[in-house]
Structure formats: structure tokens, C-alpha cells
């Protein structure tokens, strides 16, 4: 759920005075990649009949509401200021530790988001569990992070005794987070957030809505169910994203084109983790692909567990990577209307999952017994051809 990009090895980027330094040699070849990539798609066949809107999904009030300017200082909560400085410090260690690429790209943003963005986003450090909630006598470990605690929930190492109850606590608290009455250290760090941007709680909620879908169901009947899935573990993460990150005060379309495409690259995102996961996901017994698109290319649950690559599963693969492209190529107009500082991290993302679907096919859409990933070189490569993307230059054709 949460962007998880790491090296093995400490990437030739620098730092200097706090600013990120791109080497001009990798800079040129970065700007020479961009003229000459492909254009993709502008649309896809029967889309408009398989996408919920957004109307249905509430992002039309959740933009209205975070487009609001933050009045919370005056109700904003009484912290001790070493108190909130040490959970925003935890929070970025963890992003620096297990989210390199991301965390790099948030290194070119003001102070102030980078905080916010440290406390929204996260991954687990499995060797030091940060919170421990205890229900009817159940022990449940979350970690790092809001997003990446919530997943941990179904996903983590204690999922197997996920309760309805726990995720209703785990709401409860949220709200408290959201009303300036934290748990912890990090839930604070979270709650200050809340109170420095305007952040609706209707996004988070629907993640918690995401992981309550995953402990009842493991398959989608069509591609609108699965839609459905992804805006709540993924899309979600998108509109909690544009209060932090921020619109160019330049940009000249509307504040909802710009939380469509967040929530499109959320969307792009999580199909792309469920292509790329599908043998894992398989030997826990879940298959998260349209049942009647599966249908349609003579598949079926049966075939995807006998791990076994065919040129029917191959033009049905062919199918879910054009549909997941087409979701990033929906995403760029929003990147690219983000405050200059924060578009990095985001174009980042958008060309580094793009890259795992480059992968697949490359393993030729064996994704059944193989697990496709983007080596260091490659991604250490797009880390200026996103730097590109993030500052255009007059003239300079991106598409």
C-alpha cells in the first residue's frame, strides 16, 4: 500500500546544505529519456462503464473540505514540543530506513511537509515493533506510521488474529488522533499534522473500510469491485496526500482534476502491487483479479494456482498492464500540478511502478512463479528522469 522503493546500496545522490544535488551527466540523459518515451494511451476500452465515480466515492467532499484554508491553531493540542519533535523524528528515521527512494525525494520539500509527509507514510520495521494494542486479552503489533500501521493489521505478522473489534479500536483511535488525543508519540506527530493542514478524516476511515474488505473477501467478481478495493487501501493515500504536498499557486486546473489524478495513482499503484503479486497471493489463497475478466480468457481461479503460464494467461496479463498504465497516464496531469517542491517523490513513484510493469513483461507475464522488481541500477537511473518530470523546462515535450 504504502511506496516501499529501497537500495541495497547508498545511491550517488547527494545532499548539501539539505538540498539534493543531480549530477548534469545523469540530468541530460534523464531529459533525453523523456523526449523519447512512448506515448501511452489516452484511454481505455469500456472504462467509463467499470470506474465507480467519484461522486459515489465522496471525493467531492473530501476536496471541498481540504481545500478549506486549516483553522486548527486555535483548538490545535498542547504538546510538549521535544514530545512532538521525537515522534516526527521517529517517523522520519523509519521513512529513511525503509523508504530510501521516497524518503530522498521529500528531502527537496518544505520542513513542514516533510513532517507531515514522514507521519502519514511509513513502513515496518519488523525487528522493533512501535505499538502494542491489547484487546480481549489478544495481543495485535502495529508499526511505524499511520498507513503502514493500518496495513500491518491485516497484513502483518499478527493477522491471523484480526478481529472486527481491532478495527473498530483502531477507528476509535484515529478519531482521537484526530480530536488532538494521541496514544503515542507517533499517533501525535500525526495529530499535529492534522492540525497544521487541512486533512479531512474521511480518507483514512475509508482505509480502515479497505482493510475490513480484506477479512471478508478474497476475490472480485469484476473489475468494479476490485476498483472499489483499491481507492480504499490506495486511492485513499492519494487524497490524504494534496493538503501536504500542496498545489502550485501557477496551476491552472481545478483543485478536483488535481485529487482525481492523486487518487488515480493510488489506484495505478495497487493494481500494479496485485499484478506483480499475484503467485504470493496465490499461496495465501487470494486472487485479486476480475473473476469475469478471467472468465472472458477461458481462465480461472484453477489456472492461477497451478502457477502455470500460458498464452491465454499471457493476453490476459497483456490486458491488466494496459488498464494499470492507463491509470499512471491519468496521474501525470496532477503531478505536475503540485507545489514545485513536492513533485518529485510523486513522479518517483508514478515512473518506478511503472517499471515493475516493464518488469512483467520482461519475465515474460510470469508473475505465477516470479516476482517482478526493478534493481537498484534501474531505479537509481529514474530517480533524474523523475527530477526531470518534476521541473520542465519551456518547451520541453513530455509525452
Not at 499517533?187 to 480484506?214: H, N, Q, W, Y
Not at 537498484?376 to 528522469?385: A, G, V
Request: charged letters at 25%; a neutral charge.
Amino acid at each position: 500500500m504504502c511506496i516501499t522503493l529501497s537500495f541495497a546500496s547508498k545511491p550517488a545522490i547527494g545532499t548539501c546544505n539539505g538540498s539534493l544535488q543531480v549530477p548534469k551527466s545523469m540530468l541530460a540523459t534523464a531529459r533525453a529519456q523523456v523526449i523519447a518515451a512512448p506515448k501511452i494511451p489516452v484511454a481505455f476500452p469500456g472504462m467509463t462503464k467499470q470506474c465507480i465515480s467519484d461522486m459515489d466515492l465522496g471525493v467531492h467532499e473530501v476536496v471541498r473540505r481540504q481545500s478549506w484554508p486549516t483553522n486548527g491553531t486555535s483548538r490545535r493540542p498542547r504538546f510538549d514540543p521535544m514530545f512532538i519533535d521525537d515522534g516526527y523524528d521517529k517517523c522520519r528515521t523509519i521513512c529513511a530506513e525503509y523508504a530510501k527512494t521516497f524518503y530522498l525525494g521529500t528531502l527537496l520539500m518544505t520542513k513542514e511537509r516533510q513532517k507531515a509527509i514522514w507521519a502519514i507514510y511509513g513502513n515496518h520495521d519488523p525487528e522493533f515493533p512501535i505499538v502494542s494494542i491489547t484487546i480481549s486479552g489478544l495481543k495485535y503489533v502495529a508499526y511505524a506510521v499511520w498507513c503502514r500501521r493500518t496495513d500491518e493489521l491485516v497484513d502483518g505478522p499478527n493477522a491471523d488474529y484480526m478481529s472486527s473489534a481491532v478495527l473498530e479500536r483502531w477507528e476509535e483511535r484515529l478519531e482521537d488522533i484526530f480530536e488532538g488525543r494521541p496514544y503515542d508519540m507517533l499517533d501525535a506527530a500525526l495529530s499535529d499534522t492534522v492540525f497544521s493542514f487541512p486533512l479531512d478524516i474521511k480518507p483514512f476511515r475509508d482505509m480502515i473500510e479497505g482493510m475490513r474488505m480484506d477479512t471478508r473477501k478474497s476475490r472480485y467478481k469484476s473489475f468494479q469491485e476490485l476498483y472499489l478495493y483499491c481507492y480504499y487501501v490506495a486511492g485513499t493515500v492519494g487524497l490524504m496526500s494534496v493538503p501536504v504536498m500542496g498545489i502550485a499557486p501557477e496551476s491552472s486546473v481545478s483543485a478536483h482534476t488535481i485529487y482525481n489524478a492523486a487518487l488515480y495513482l493510488g489506484i495505478g499503484n495497487q493494481l500494479t502491487n496485485i499484478l506483480r503479486d499475484v503467485g504470493e497471493d496465490a499461496s495465501r489463497g487470494r486472487v485479486y483479479l476480475p473473476q469475469d475478466e478471467l472468465e472472458q480468457f477461458g481462465l480461472s481461479d484453477k489456472d492461477v494456482f497451478s502457477r502455470k503460464v500460458t498464452n491465454a494467461w499471457r493476453d490476459f496479463m497483456k490486458e491488466q498492464i494496459v488498464r494499470a498504465r492507463f491509470f499512471f497516464n491519468l496521474a501525470e496531469e496532477g503531478a505536475s500540478q503540485l507545489d514545485k517542491d513536492s513533485r518529485w517523490p510523486v513522479w518517483s513513484s508514478l515512473i518506478l511502478y511503472r517499471k515493475i510493469l516493464d518488469a512483467i513483461e520482461e519475465n515474460d507475464y510470469d508473475n505465477l512463479t516470479k516476482r517482478a522488481y526493478v534493481g537498484r541500477t534501474k531505479k537509481l537511473l529514474s530517480l533524474p528522469l523523475a527530477y526531470s518530470r518534476a521541473l520542465p523546462e519551456p518547451g520541453l515535450s513530455l509525452r
